[in-house]
């Protein structure tokens, strides 16, 4: 048999059974504020190094991180595996300041997009281009190294950097051209 219970009984354990499911609700909603403020919004790093005074992380989306003046660039590679990739160029970030920014029609994608990660914000624009008339099929215009910005993107069997006037010849291997285009990004922010 049931104990016959109160009405006083039965509503002190009713406003004890809200006050304690209240405070729970309350004790789970402060700690999922807190966590929230807390969590990291970036992606979580994977690994850190230095070089030159820069802080280079891996972050969960496979791109080494670095802020150089409140800028945020981001490469496949770290400068420790291009730095032994030649070349001497006599450009850097400033001769790209707010000019367009051309590739040569055919140069390879991979290299191009990582180039333009990283200083499309820049350049006033990007687009393909050809050297002479005869080189690309369709409607593109033909500029030149004297006047204009150009970067050439080739296959080659040594990596390697070259700037002649302002083009700039990326060449490298199939498997090394993000490389040799990383290469190009650290040397004209002159980290390596």
């Known amino acids: 048999m049931r104990e016959i219970i109160t009405r006083d009984v039965r509503e002190r354990k009713e406003k004890r059974n809200n006050t ?8 789970l909603m402060i700690f999922s504020i807190a966590g929230y403020a807390f969590y990291d919004t970036g992606k979580t790093k ?3 190094k230095k070089y030159k005074e820069l802080d280079f992380i891996l972050k969960e989306d496979g791109l ?4 150089i003046q409140g800028y945020d660039f981001s490469t496949i590679y770290s400068p420790e595996d291009t730095e032994n990739i030649s070349g001497l160029l006599t450009s850097n970030i400033q001769s790209y300041m707010g000019k367009p920014l051309f590739f040569s029609y ?15 914000r820049f350049v006033s624009r990007v687009e393909y281009v050809c050297l002479d008339e005869n080189e690309c099929e369709g409607d ?5 190294c004297t006047e204009d910005n150009i970067i050439i993107i080739n296959e080659d069997n040594e990596t390697l950097i070259k700037q002649e006037g302002n083009c700039v010849y990326i060449l490298a291997r199939e498997r090394d051209i993000t490389r040799g285009s990383d290469a190009f ?6 980290i390596i």
Not at 106 to 120: A, V
């Open 46 to 48: 994977l690994s850190e």
């Open 185 to 190: 990004v650290f040397k004209i922010l002159k």
């Open 140 to 144: 593109w215009a033909v500029k030149n």
């Open 64 to 67: 080494w991180h670095t802020e």
């Open 106 to 120: 055919g140069s390879e994608t991979e290299g191009i997009d990582e180039i333009t990660r990283n200083i499309n």
């Open 20 to 27: 304690i499911i209240s405070l729970i609700l309350a004790g």
